[in-house]
């Protein structure tokens, strides 16, 4: 059997790369704009480290990751998420010593071992955004307005914000209890995915798709009706501010995040355009994060969104725009025993930056024109002839059909 591409991967191929490049470069864009900077880390870490931000209880950690031991013994997972490894980093070369607020973002390729379905991936990719370092409600609106503006800036139409809010750790183990009440006498009719995350991660309840259990969770008493003073503050502030720079929300306040180390503000970006896995982005604030990592308490608010899913919901709105594949000169060989000297015209003008094509099978003048217009070449450079013995060539261009006669060596001095 021929060797196919894993199960839940597969080849970006040229004719999609131009795609992620156009993504890539308003995601480049956009972050420059607000001023974070790039940073890019190993796609391997110390599986412990996912095992402390992410949690054993969680999917991810519990089924999710490609973990394996290296030849030193050590067990090693290929990054699942970003935000670790972003937090590692900081930690690592202690940049929150160097300056107080680190604004950073990062394109990287992810790897979970998930059941592969539309717009899900075993490697996917995603794009996102961490600031390190303040509690400001400021920094929660930024994060959301960054990715909101680059769906807007794609084109997209068929997207909306949900936002909730998570509040501190010791109103949200309040809640817990109160939680763990109202399910007490119902135990019994909840699925089993759900009786096991009574004890490890009670709030997924909220993200079941289990038709008894959302009949159950409907009447559940929410957490955004049992928040502290502090965190109902700090969520009026992000609506506020949501509101005050034109951004359309919706407080969801069955949005939850199954990871411990979240606080305060959650979103997620969702689209309409993609199916069953309708969200494009998600994220929030975690300021107890970098010290379950790393001892130092430094707060941080970030999102991570999906390229694959985003891409997707692109293609079925219709929004990309059309990339034209030109190439600016091909240069043409008349005579056979010229290929040498045609070569080195390529050559020479492809070190000035221009792209340049030519013929490497002795192919006919006739089929090196059809070439020539296959790859969209804007000028064909004509080499041979009794032209080529007066050390010229003949220029056309391909748009207006006109010819001219030039000197080769002037031509490659321009």
């Given at each position: 059997v021929m060797n196919k591409a894993i199960a839940g991967t597969r080849d970006i191929l040229p004719e999609d790369i131009q795609k992620?490049?156009?993504l890539e470069n308003l995601v480049h864009t956009t972050m420059n704009n607000f001023n974070y900077k790039e940073i890019r880390t190993p796609i391997f870490e110390e599986t412990r480290l996912f095992k402390r931000s992410i949690g054993e209880a969680?999917?991810?950690?519990?089924?999710?990751?490609?973990?394996?031991?290296?030849?030193?013994?050590?067990?090693?997972?290929?990054?699942?998420e970003m935000t670790a490894s972003v937090v590692r980093a900081l930690l690592e070369h202690s940049l929150d010593k160097q300056q107080q607020l680190n604004k950073l973002y990062y394109i990287a390729p992810m790897f979970r071992q998930e059941r592969p379905q539309a717009g899900r991936f075993r490697q996917f990719h995603q794009f996102g955004a961490e600031v390190l370092g303040s509690t400001s409600p400021l920094l929660d609106t930024e994060i959301i307005i960054i990715a909101?503006?680059?769906?807007?800036?794609?084109?997209?139409?068929?997207?909306?914000?949900?936002?909730?809010?998570?509040?501190?750790?010791?109103?949200?183990?309040?809640?817990?209890?109160?939680?763990?009440?109202?399910?007490?006498?119902?135990?019994?009719?909840?699925?089993?995915?759900?009786?096991?995350?009574?004890?490890?991660?009670?709030?997924?309840?909220?993200?079941?798709?289990?038709?008894?259990?959302?009949?159950?969770?409907?009447?559940?008493?929410?957490?955004?009706?049992?928040?502290?003073e502090e965190s109902k503050e700090?969520?009026?502030?992000?609506?506020?501010?949501?509101?005050?720079?034109?951004?359309?929300?919706?407080?969801?306040?069955?949005?939850?995040r199954g990871l411990d180390y979240y606080t305060h503000t959650t979103f997620e970006i969702v689209s309409g355009s993609v199916g069953a896995q309708s969200a494009l982005c998600g994220g929030g604030r975690y300021d107890l994060l970098v010290k379950e990592i790393g001892e130092r308490d430094v707060p941080g608010v970030g999102f991570a969104a999906g390229i694959e899913r985003i891409l997707l919901a692109c293609e079925n709105e219709g929004v990309l725009p059309k990339i034209?594949?030109?190439?600016?000169?091909?240069?043409?060989?008349?005579?056979?025993?010229?290929?040498?000297?045609?070569?080195?015209?390529?050559?020479?003008?492809?070190?000035?930056?221009?792209?340049?094509?030519?013929?490497?099978?002795?192919?006919?003048?006739?089929?090196?024109?059809?070439?020539?217009?296959r790859l969209g070449?804007?000028?064909?450079?004509?080499?041979?002839?009794?032209?080529?013995?007066?050390?010229?060539?003949?220029?056309?261009?391909?748009?207006?059909?006109?010819?001219?006669?030039?000197?080769?060596?002037?031509?490659?001095?321009?």
């Open positions: 992620w490049t156009y969680t999917d991810i950690v519990s089924k999710e990751m490609y973990t394996f031991i290296d030849r030193s013994e050590t067990s090693i997972t290929l990054k699942p909101y503006r680059i769906f807007q800036n794609l084109g997209l139409k068929n997207f909306s914000l949900k936002i909730n809010s998570l509040g501190i750790p010791a109103s949200r183990d309040k809640y817990k209890n109160l939680l763990r009440d109202y399910l007490s006498d119902k135990i019994e009719t909840l699925s089993d995915d759900s009786k096991q995350r009574l004890d490890t991660n009670i709030l997924r309840l909220f993200d079941s798709k289990d038709e008894r259990d959302k009949a159950i969770m409907e009447q559940a008493p929410l957490l955004l009706d049992h928040l502290d700090h969520f009026e502030s992000v609506k506020e501010i949501l509101d005050g720079a034109d951004i359309p929300y919706e407080v969801d306040p069955k949005l939850v034209e594949n030109k190439i600016d000169y091909y240069v043409v060989r008349l005579n056979k025993e010229l290929s040498n000297e045609v070569f080195e015209i390529a050559s020479n003008l492809r070190s000035k930056n221009q792209s340049v094509e030519i013929d490497y099978s002795l192919r006919s003048v006739k089929a090196q024109m059809r070439e020539a217009n070449a804007v000028k064909v450079l004509m080499v041979g002839g009794e032209e080529f013995e007066r050390g010229k060539a003949a220029l056309k261009d391909m748009c207006t059909g006109e010819q001219a006669e030039v000197e080769i060596s002037e031509f490659m001095k321009k």
